[in-house]
């Protein structure tokens, strides 16, 4: 496997199907509505409180302190969900611009449709082991995390239970731990570098907050083409791995 090449052939099916970029901006706008209400009604119960009104009111205060904790937890939860959903239809998506077939948005919500039973217990799977696996001192997430990279795609695209593409997934990166490894390099570099962008966006005055969020549309979206490409080049079936050429 080409790594270049793979690379190439995902800009080359991002740049001529530009819907594929929709589900993962409408989860970002999301996102960022959701937590305008929920955090914009909350905190304002924290600011009525000085420090000697929180000594004279400590349950009041605490009230308002639970209700902006709980509406941040609302964010991130609501957040994750919507996110998990964005994926697994940029998935179906990026998969028939991959093959040449037409891409539309009204096939991309059938197909995440089909498989939105697997695909919310596939993420809720990943979710809950990643969060385990951070809790007990962050590596054995970002391990988890590693072996399950390949989970929502196999459900979209074999067509697996949500267990079984956890199992799909940690059997494939197993198999093919070279190239799977060289794919995280890949996308930590890519990373790093949508990081150092948006850190200079920030400067900006208000368009910067919107450059920053198509960039990181463009990142999401094009992370997971790539993850999609990457999969197909994979050998899922048997035990022998593939050479890797960067």
Known sequence: MNM?????????????NPLIFVPMLASIVFSAITGLILTGSAMPMMDRFSG?????????????????????????????????????MTVGMADSALKGESVSLKT???????????????TVLVIAIVTVGMILL?????????????????????????????GRSVSTVKKNLGATFITLLVIIGLTFLVFVLNFALVFIPILGVILSSLLFTIYAAFITIFLVRVYQN?????????????
């Open 4 to 16: 270049l090449q793979v690379l190439k052939q995902s800009g080359v099916a991002a740049k001529g």
């Open 52 to 88: 000697e009104q929180i000594a004279a009111n400590p349950e009041q205060a605490l009230a308002g302190a639970g209700a902006a904790v709980g509406a941040f937890m609302i964010v991130s939860i609501l957040s994750s969900f919507v996110s998990f959903l964005a994926h697994g």
């Open 108 to 122: 991309g919500w059938e197909r995440l449709v089909s498989r939105i039973v697997p695909l919310i217990i596939a």
């Open 138 to 166: 962050v590596i054995p997430g970002v391990i988890a995390a590693f072996f399950l990279m390949f989970t929502l795609i196999a459900v979209m695209l074999d067509n697996l239970s949500a267990g079984k593409a956890v």
């Open 234 to 246: 994979l050998d899922v079936q048997t035990d022998r791995s593939p050479e890797v050429e960067v």
